[in-house]
């Protein structure tokens, strides 16, 4: 007996031995299975926690009190943005109402680096298609900021579109909602609701299906965020491990703002929507702090079955389920019965405007050419890159319609249509520029994008014919004014060995033309005459100095823009013009802001200085008279009837028709041609110009055409039209010309006299 | 015979008032339906379009050529051609107040906001300002000055040079902010290390 009870405690200490000893192992396992889960969130949430593609914005609007500006197109603005007609008092931000000449709107908040701009209720009194008057309040405003619209999103090959939202942005009544329907314990559970899985597991015993899930929020972003979607009971294992790891990790409002942006709330298209930011966007055109209780709940009751309860696509059962939403908030407190029954009568309004993603294709490809030079394609698709451009979305939109309306006048009119498909279509450009600041405001690189997404006005090599000539005169006014008689008669030169001989567009050779009339009316031989006068060498000189990099040749027929350029060299060289001699930078990105709001690329207006102020404004004289009186009339009947400089370019066989204008804040080009090279049949007026004139008309809200000024070593004297020299008494037809300063005719007019 | 007379005498009432109606008529077309101008020196007016070369009757007494024969007569070249706004200066925004364009004032504020960050040492912030002013309105020569003087800040010569320039345009009319502008850039041109220049700025701005 002694013996056998001196055994037995060396038997229990061997079991006691083995079960510390398992009990050790299996707690190191878990230990280290939990500190593995642990590294793992830890090193998932610490580094980029979503995929956030970069979006691109355009240029704020500037609105004032004095612009031409009717009811219907600020509504237009309005609308572009997503903001909604609002069915009752009191606006809320994001919705608009509108009268015959007044107008009020309840602006949302939008955030640029540096500043922003509130949410607040402006009213807008209109006079005779004018803004008169802006009010904030009681205050009249100078002028008023409109947020910039969203042009483009950067998706990365998962299409996710998410606006990221911080948890103080979110109403009350939205994290109610969301916890009241997903998991109202959330705030007393450690990650796991063991009563909440009782009373599941009860719920499907008895109902013997299952009817109610035990998960809570932490563990749905667990699942969402780290596991595949499977079921089994490992999965819920881990599920149940993580989101244990998480609580103890993170605050209860942290991991309420992870699933926020974590959760899928349904598509467009091929792009998914997450996250409650981009959802209060898409669904009601609002910032999620201006969400109302009934769209909370709205937004809350797709989290189960976002496409089923989708209030585009299903608005009986998602408003239902709103309802239901509701129903368990007053259940639980978090409402009263007023507050229930008021959002459960409010029809479900959501916004019918599609988002303009798709805006200014041409312009987008031209800026992301431009990131892709400076950021990672990743970083770009991923990083949540906010980066703003200059482009005016009115313009913009102008644009496009202008360049689809004329293209179909144009092709209505002409007698020969081209045929037809993809290679016969007329193809165009435009290219909308400030040029006083090189901003580019809108750019069309060809009649339609989804059919042909190569950019014409970046990268089409065309001749630009006689849309050079202006430079050609640019160079020679130091020789020559703008009543130099020049002689206009054929004449053979020798090129390479071969004759050459330029002859005028209407076959007419008139002698001898002022300068003045050989730019008015586009005269070839007299250009050509010109520029062998000076110097090819000069008329080179001074295009590179305008920016046009395209290879070029001291040859005569270079003064007929026989040679290569791009619609955006030509259209910055004319910038110099428009812009008293200094050339702008074409500037089309503005700024790149990282997601926390820190600039990381910032652009400013630049300009170098390439001719002097009085050639440059001398030019615009000499194409004020094109418009005026010249080949560029034609404008004047088509509405044009302010202060503008222009020219037409026409090459051989009509291959190609240009119009190039500015006035002073705003330089448009058009080309019109095949990308075959084939003969439009149409000359720069009959062509290119419909459309420019279309274009300006339609932009003229946003434009103020002032008379071009008269810039230092400019001088005015009164001619005589017939023989060029100072006027006297007896000349009969006199008119007013400009002068260089140290280039002004001293000798009076010879013709006229006493006798 | 008493009634064919009639009918003659009242046919001849009705052929001279139809003369008399075509002669208004012709004269009314002939008359020129705008008034023609011809902008004084250094105005920014150019000839309003759209009308034809302007068909001056009557030449400024400026301008007058001699009467009797042609003779050859040296230029009109005066100083009043280079250097223009010799006139005395009305007090800021008491010039040609009535013919600010609508946008003028949205772009002052901006340029106001503009200099108090300028002020305040912010140049970064007062360029972003200075911009949108100019956006707004192209020849607020205030925005153009204020991008200078942010640039020079900035320590950007070249570029503050430019603006400058484009303010030295549009304040032709303005002596006191042209001989500000004039002053800046002397400094800007010094800075740069053009003595010559700066000098020669300096003497067009003590010339004001």
Known sequence: ?755 | MGGSMERRWSGFVRLRRLVVLIALGFTAACTSSRPVQIPPEWQTSAPAPPAPHPAVQTPPQAHAAPSGPIIRRPPEFREKDLAPGLEPALPPGQQKAEARPPQYLASMHLVEQGKSNLAAGRPEAAIGLFEQAVQVDVHNGEAFLGLAKAWRMRGSGKKAMEFARKAEILFQDDPRKLKEVYLLEADILSDLGDAAQSNQYRQKASRL
């Open chain 1, 1 to 755: 007996m002694n013996q056998f009870s001196v055994r037995r405690p060396k038997k229990n200490r061997l079991w006691l031995k083995i079960s510390v000893v398992f009990v050790l192992l299996m707690s190191l396992f878990w230990a280290s299975y939990f500190f593995y889960l642990y590294s793992e969130i830890k090193a998932r949430f610490e580094s980029r926690r979503w995929s956030v593609p970069a979006r691109v914005f355009s240029a704020p609007v500037l609105l004032y009190p004095g612009q031409v500006l009717s009811v219907s197109q600020l509504g237009q603005i309005f609308q572009e943005r997503r903001y909604q007609e609002a069915v009752r008092e009191p606006l809320r931000a994001g919705e608009y109402k509108a009268s015959r000449d007044r107008m009020t709107v309840y602006l949302r908040e939008f955030k640029f680096p540096g500043h922003t701009l509130a949410s607040r209720r402006i009213h807008f009194v209109f006079q005779q298609n004018r803004l008169a008057r802006i009010q904030s309040g009681d205050a009249d405003l100078v002028f008023l900021e409109i947020e910039p619209l969203e042009i483009a999103r950067l998706f990365g090959p998962e299409r996710e579109s998410r606006s990221l939202i911080n948890i103080e942005q979110v109403p009350r009544h939205l994290i109610d909602s969301v916890t009241a329907i997903e998991d109202h314990r959330f705030y007393e559970h450690r990650g796991v609701d063991w009563v909440g899985i009782s009373r599941a597991l009860w719920m499907d015993l008895r109902a013997r299906r299952v009817v109610q899930g035990g998960s809570t929020i932490t563990q749905q972003l667990v699942k969402n965020y780290f596991l595949e979607p499977e079921r089994s009971v490992k999965r819920k294992l881990l599920e149940a491990s993580m989101a244990v790891i998480i609580e103890y990790m993170y605050e209860k409002d942290e991991i309420l703002e992870m699933y926020m942006n974590e959760i899928y709330l349904g598509q467009r298209g091929s792009v998914s929507i997450h996250g409650m930011g981009e959802a209060a966007r898409y669904y009601f055109g609002r910032n999620v702090e201006d969400l109302s209780l009934a769209e909370s709940a709205t937004l809350a009751g797709m989290i189960r079955a976002p496409n089923a309860y989708s209030p585009y696509s299903s608005a009986r059962a998602s408003q239902d389920r709103r309802n239901t939403v509701l129903r368990r908030m007053l259940e639980l407190g978090k409402i009263d019965s007023e507050e229930y029954e008021r959002a459960r009568l409010d029809p479900l309004r959501v916004l019918r405007t599609t988002p303009p993603v798709s805006a200014a294709s041409y312009f987008v490809d031209y800026v992301k050419h431009q990131l892709h030079e400076l950021y990672e394609t990743e970083a770009l698709e991923s990083e949540g890159l906010n980066i703003y451009t200059t482009l005016h979305p009115e313009m913009a939109i102008a644009a496009e319609l202008a360049v689809r309306e004329g293209l179909e006048e144009i092709e209505r009119t002409r007698s020969d249509k081209g045929g037809s498909g993809l290679d016969a279509a007329l193809q165009v450009v435009l290219i909308a520029v400030h040029p006083k600041t090189g901003a580019v405001l809108a750019l069309v690189g060809g009649r339609d994008y989804g059919e042909s997404s190569f950019n014409r006005a970046l990268y089409a090599h065309r001749q630009p014919g006689s849309a050079i000539k202006p430079f050609v005169y640019l160079s020679a006014l130091d020789k020559f004014t703008p009543v130099s008689r020049i002689p206009d008669e054929r004449t053979v030169h020798v090129v390479n060995g071969q004759p050459w001989s330029p002859r005028n567009y209407d076959d007419r050779y008139r002698g001898e033309v002022s300068l003045r009339e050989a730019v008015e009316e586009s005269v070839n031989c007299a250009t050509v005459h010109v520029a062998l006068d000076i110097g090819l060498d000069n008329v080179i000189r001074t295009l590179r100095n305008l920016g046009i990099q395209s290879p070029l040749e001291p040859l005569p027929s270079l003064a007929l823009g026989a040679f290569e350029v791009t619609p955006i060299e030509l259209a910055g060289a004319y910038a110099a013009l428009g812009n008293d001699g200094q050339k702008p930078y074409l500037l089309s990105l503005k700024e790149v802001v990282a997601e926390k709001g820190e600039i990381i690329e910032r652009r400013n207006i630049d300009m170098v200085s390439v001719t002097s102020p009085a050639k440059a404004f001398l030019v615009t004289s000499l194409l004020q008279g094109v418009v005026d009186r010249g080949t560029g009339k034609s404008i004047r009947r088509m509405g044009i009837d302010f202060h503008c400089a222009a020219k037409t370019g026409t090459t051989n066989d009509y291959r190609d028709s240009w119009f190039v204008g500015y006035m002073t804040d705003l330089l448009v080009l058009v080309w019109v041609g095949y990308d075959d090279n084939r003969s439009t049949h149409l000359t720069g007026a009959q062509g290119a110009a419909r459309i420019w004139a279309r274009f300006v008309n339609q932009v003229r809200p946003w434009i103020n055409p002032q008379p071009f000024r008269i810039p230092p070593g400019v001088v005015h004297r009164i001619v005589c039209r017939e023989s060029g020299a100072l006027a006297n008494t007896y000349c009969r037809e006199k008119s007013l010309e400009f002068f260089l300063a140290d280039n002004v005719i001293q000798e009076y007019c010879t013709i006229h006299g006493k006798n």
